[in-house]
């Protein structure tokens, strides 16, 4: 390295350090400093954002009622919270799936899936407290800035399009490039806020243990892994000892207080709600995929996950390497097939590679072989067909590495 090589390098590493010590802010949790690249309006921005993908993609609960509850139980328990001052927006998402999952800028949602195996309204409190602590310790945004800051991929694929959507762990991390995984300090992080601010509102702190002990049965009875939920490190086991260690020693500061655990009246809301999967909204059998409403059905390899909502189904094969991906077009294309299939082929990232007019099952179709540019440089592969079936224009596309697709 010659002596102006090594004076520019010597001024972008100070241009770093600057832009290091410029972007560390004081995390509202803990009081300690922290390196974000995101600023707080900016947090609220992708909240406020996301919200509307998040709805179209899984859709909110038609219950009134339930949704007055967790959202008044949740704007309660947020304003107790280190940042109170967050519009916070709390909705239940009609989907069987277990989950539970927070967005940047006060976003919480909850899946009817998850309710379902909830038995008490603390309970609820200690995973609303749960998620309440990844926003109030800033641990999505922390994981953004991280990767922007060493230019780490954030997921296979940009949200080009519903079609080329985000595959990789779809099922448990909802949609988008926001829900990333967290680590092992941040869950604990937000385990011990979640029995904090449950605490602060008069709930059994010990529920929340009790929470994660009926997955593990569940797990040790089934054979089956656990929900994605609660199988994120630490272990299961860890965190009912943890979680049940720190409630103990929140009853012992305060012996007598009378705390609310609340079975009978929560498990009357919950009365009526739909259980697994609305075979309305399509079903699997076998490995067929049906749909009885929209009146369509497709085969998929054996083994392969599935994944329904609203706007998609997705099935992925178990190494996540390959997908199926069915999607309607969006509302205000009105095009015909061969003309969305050019449409897409002109989106940033999409390379239109060969394409054929085709009819499938007496309907007009257009099959079309894309390149799509993913996170890191990686390719994908993508085979299209866009199918007009009665009102709906369909996308099904079969997704994988370009350097797999042949496979």
């Known amino acids: 390295m010659n002596y102006s090589q090594l004076r520019f390098a010597n001024l972008l590493l100070l241009s770093s350090l600057a832009l290091f010590v410029t972007t560390c802010a004081r995390n509202p949790v803990t009081g300690s400093r922290q390196v974000v690249l995101i600023s707080e309006a900016q947090e609220i921005g992708m909240g406020g954002d996301t919200h509307p993908m998040v709805l179209a993609q899984f859709g909110r609960l038609d219950h009134p009622e339930l949704q007055q509850f967790f959202g008044d139980l949740g704007q309660r328990m947020a304003r107790d919270s280190h940042r109170p001052d967050l519009p916070w927006t709390f909705t239940i998402v009609d989907d069987p799936i277990v989950n539970a999952f927070a967005v940047p800028g006060g976003y919480i949602y909850f899946t ?100 994660f002990a009926v997955f593990q049965r569940l797990g040790e009875e089934s054979g089956r892994t656990l929900p994605g939920w ?93 997908a199926l991906q069915l999607t309607l077009a969006p509302e205000d294309a009105g095009l015909s097939p061969d ?19 085709a009819t499938l099952h007496g309907n007009p179709a257009y099959l079309a072989l894309y390149e799509v540019q993913a996170a890191q440089g990686q390719a994908l592969r993508a085979l299209v067909g866009f199918i007009r079936h009665r009102n709906h224009l369909y996308e099904f596309a079969g997704l994988s590495p370009a350097q797999a697709y042949r496979q």
């Open 230 to 322: 609660l199988s994120s490190h630490p272990s299961p086991p860890d965190r009912i000892r943890d979680t049940r260690a720190l409630a103990e020693e929140y009853l012992s500061r305060n012996p007598g207080r009378q705390l609310n655990v609340g079975r009978e009246s929560f498990l009357r809301k919950l009365d009526g709600i739909m259980f697994g999967e609305n075979p309305r909204e399509g079903f699997v059998d076998g490995n067929r995929f049906l749909h009885p409403d929209l009146r369509f059905q497709f085969g998929f390899p054996s083994n392969w996950r599935v994944q329904n909502s609203k706007r998609s189904v997705i099935v992925m094969q178990p190494n996540g390497t390959a």
């Open 112 to 211: 009817r899936g998850i309710l379902a195996y909830m038995n008490t309204e603390a309970e609820l409190a200690g995973v609303l407290g749960h998620e309440i602590g990844h926003v109030t310790a800033r641990h999505s945004v922390s994981q953004i800035s991280r990767a922007q800051l060493f230019g780490i991929g954030l997921g296979v694929g940009s949200i080009l399009s519903p079609t080329f959507g985000q595959l990789s762990e779809l099922a448990q991390t909802g949609v988008g490039l926001l829900f990333l995984k967290y680590s092992r300090s941040d869950e604990q992080q937000a385990d011990e806020l979640g029995i904090e601010y449950m605490h602060q509102q008069g709930y059994d702190p010990r529920q929340l243990s009790e929470f």
């Open 339 to 357: 003309a969305r299939a050019q449409q897409l082929g002109q989106q940033q990232g999409v390379r239109l590679l060969d394409g054929r007019r």
